[in-house]
């Protein structure tokens, strides 16, 4: 196991441009989640999956997010149209969803991230 | 929902203790608490369950006080290897996924 793959680690593009990308997770663990994280600030929520169903999504995100996870396995989050406010490490993690009585037990494992600059 | 931390930044000397907060002002499932170093991933430390439970990992151990809404991490004999940014990550009841503070930066020095 080589934990939570992220591709590419850094992304440089120009505003207008779009982005696309990967994350691979731990193959046992059946969700999936993206983070966005600015300088000094906590990981931001934007979106997870259980399985291949995408089960929520931050209302703060734009539309120009979007995100897959085809077949439950890797997935892809999509910006369209950067904007220089874009800028940040996007960070995927992945955990196993178990249950301790009637409280969920699980631990994230995030992958190293990709750090997206919008010029 | 971004659960509040406090302090925001400590300093430490070797074998030093030290204790980072973290409070929410929404009813908790759960709290994670992570430790990131500069210009890597978070690395999960532990996740404390509703039932108070108390957890320890090595001489870094945390509390869970879900009728307060409150969790704190306690660092004992803090060695440098401790230097990094502390995020606790709450679950609130009948959500799925973890909202983080804003961090707290512990430097531990010789």
């Known amino acids: 196991d080589t934990g939570v793959s992220q591709d590419p680690r850094h992304k440089i593009t120009k505003r207008g441009q779009n982005v696309t990308f990967r994350c691979d997770p731990i193959s046992e663990h059946n969700r999936l989640y993206w983070y966005r994280q600015t300088l000094g600030q906590g990981p931001e929520f934007l979106t997870y999956f259980q399985n291949e169903a995408q089960l929520e999504k931050s209302r703060l995100l734009s539309d120009r997010f979007s995100a897959e996870r085809p077949k439950g396995s890797f997935s892809t989050l999509e910006i369209q149209r950067t904007e220089q406010g874009d800028s940040a490490m996007y960070l995927c993690?992945?955990?196993?969803?178990?249950?301790?009585?009637?409280?969920?037990?699980?631990?994230?494992?995030f992958g190293s991230g990709t750090r997206l600059t919008v010029v | 929902q971004q659960p509040v931390q406090s302090p925001q930044a400590v300093i430490l000397r070797e074998g030093e203790d030290a204790v980072i907060n973290c409070s929410s002002s929404k009813a908790l499932y759960s709290v994670h608490w992570y430790r990131q170093k500069h210009g890597e991933a978070p690395v999960f430390l532990m996740i404390?369950?509703?039932?108070?439970e108390q957890k320890g990992h090595e001489k870094i151990s945390a509390s869970f006080n879900e009728k307060k809404q409150q969790s704190s991490l306690y660092l004992t004999a803090s060695q440098l290897s401790y230097s990094g940014t502390y995020f606790c990550g709450t679950a609130r009841t009948g959500a799925n996924n973890l909202f983080f503070g804003t961090g707290t930066r512990l430097t531990v020095i010789p």
């Open positions: 404390l369950l509703k039932g108070g």
């Open positions: 993690a992945s955990s196993f969803l178990s249950y301790r009585g009637q409280v969920p037990n699980y631990g994230y494992t």
